[in-house]
Every structure is written in C-alpha cells, then in structure tokens.
C-alpha cells in the first residue's frame, strides 16, 4: 500500500486484557513511531524505532506497554492487563529522516470498558 | 506541563478569509516547528515546517511565522478554503537537542470554514 496502515481500526476491550495493536509501515521507512492521542489531548509520543538501533523507549506511561518491531518493517504494540485510561486513538507514523515528516496511519481507536 | 500550546480548541472564518492559527511553546531547545491538519477518523497529515534558522516558510496558501523571542509560532491560511475544515496540530523537536526525533504535539485547534 501506498500509505502507513494500522489495524484493527477499532478494538473493544474489557478492563484486565492484553491488546495487540499493529501497525505497517511505509515501505523503505527506516524511523517508526507510536503516539496515543487521548480524549482533548496532543499526540503524546510513546516509542521510536530507527533501523537496527535499539529503540527510545522514554515514553512508554507504564511497564504494561511494550513494542517490538519485527525485520524493521511490522511493528506491534502491546498492552498488557488493560486500563480504562489507556483507551485512547493509539497512532504509529513512519519516516525516512529522523526528524523530517512523519507519516501517519489512520489510528487504532481503543476502548477499555 | 505542556511545552507547545494551541489555546485556541476552535475557530470559525468565512472561505476566502485569511485563517490565523497560533502556537507558543516553553521550551528553549526547541528548534524545528511542524503544523500538521487532521480530518476525522484520519491520521495527521504534514503540512508545513520552519526551522528555528528561517522566521519565516511559506508554500502555496500557507505560511508559517516564527517568532523566537517569543516563543509563538502561526499558521497563515489565504484564502481559506471550506475543505480545509480540520484540526490542525502544531508540533516542535529539538534536533541540537539530541531528541530530535520526537515530536511534542500541542492539543489542537478545529479549524471551521464556512461557505
């Protein structure tokens, strides 16, 4: 695809349960990002990916969080043990320069009930 | 504490009006400014950027103001067009800051152009 891709569009969870959310990036991007916007909120950055480098992890709210980033394309963001303050739109961008534009994808919308 | 501000959540102008959007931020070691626009059930899109090096990019219908002493960055729409209704996000790095890879988004402004 021409753009970055994120599914599932929607999830619906219950309090307690572990989400995947995936995110595929624009083909040759070497950077990829996760950002959660909450309700009235900014994009808040969560991690960072750059090739082979270990990732910045600095913004991760919790230990529930994690990330991987497979073969430097796919990447998959993990909540563990759910919350209802981690719902939120969860957004992964891609990039070719660090700091240049970033590309979003459309968004995973996650509902902890 | 938030370091990029947009107090403005909303606001309204006529189309071929001039649309105004600010943006202040707290922190020195920002040096490069992105506005990005955001249609509904989209992910944001780049729109524009300046360098804390310029005061001043322009490309097509926007422009991009910065004012460093300050602290206050703007977006200048001319003429506004009804499908550039959106929210628009200002977003500052600090690439001498070593971090340059990460955005710090301010909250938003609703952009409405009415017919």
């Known amino acids: 695809g021409a753009g970055v891709s994120q599914s599932p569009s929607n999830k619906v969870t219950e309090k307690g349960k572990d989400v995947e959310l995936r995110c595929d990036p624009i083909s040759g991007h070497t950077a990829l990002y996760w950002y959660r916007q909450s309700l009235g909120q900014g994009l808040e950055f969560l991690i960072y990916?750059?090739?082979?480098?270990?990732?910045?992890k600095s913004g991760l709210p919790s230990d529930r969080f994690s990330a991987e980033r497979t073969g430097g394309s796919v990447s998959t963001l993990t909540i563990q043990r759910t919350q209802q303050e981690d719902s939120a739109v969860y957004l992964c961008?891609?990039?070719?320069?660090?700091?240049?534009?970033?590309?979003f994808g459309p968004g995973t919308r996650l509902t902890v009930l | 504490d938030q370091q990029v501000k947009q107090n403005s959540p909303s606001l309204s102008v006529q189309e071929g009006r001039i649309s105004i959007l600010n943006c202040d931020y707290t922190?020195?070691?920002?040096?490069?400014f992105l506005w990005y626009k955001k249609y509904p059930a989209e992910g944001p899109t780049f729109l524009i950027s300046i360098s804390s090096i310029k005061d001043k990019n322009e490309d097509g219908r926007f422009t991009v103001f910065l004012n460093k002493s300050a602290k206050h960055l703007s977006l200048h729409i001319v003429p506004s067009q009804p499908g550039d209704s959106a929210v628009y996000f200002c977003?500052?790095?600090?690439?001498?800051?070593?971090?340059?890879?990460?955005?710090?988004f301010g909250k938003g402004t609703l952009l409405t152009v009415n017919p």
């Open positions: 922190n020195s070691m920002f040096d490069y």
């Open positions: 961008a891609s990039g070719v320069l660090s700091y240049n534009e970033q590309f």
């Open positions: 990916f750059q090739g082979n480098s270990a990732p910045d």
């Open positions: 977003a500052a790095s600090g690439v001498s800051g070593g971090s340059n890879y990460k955005l710090t």
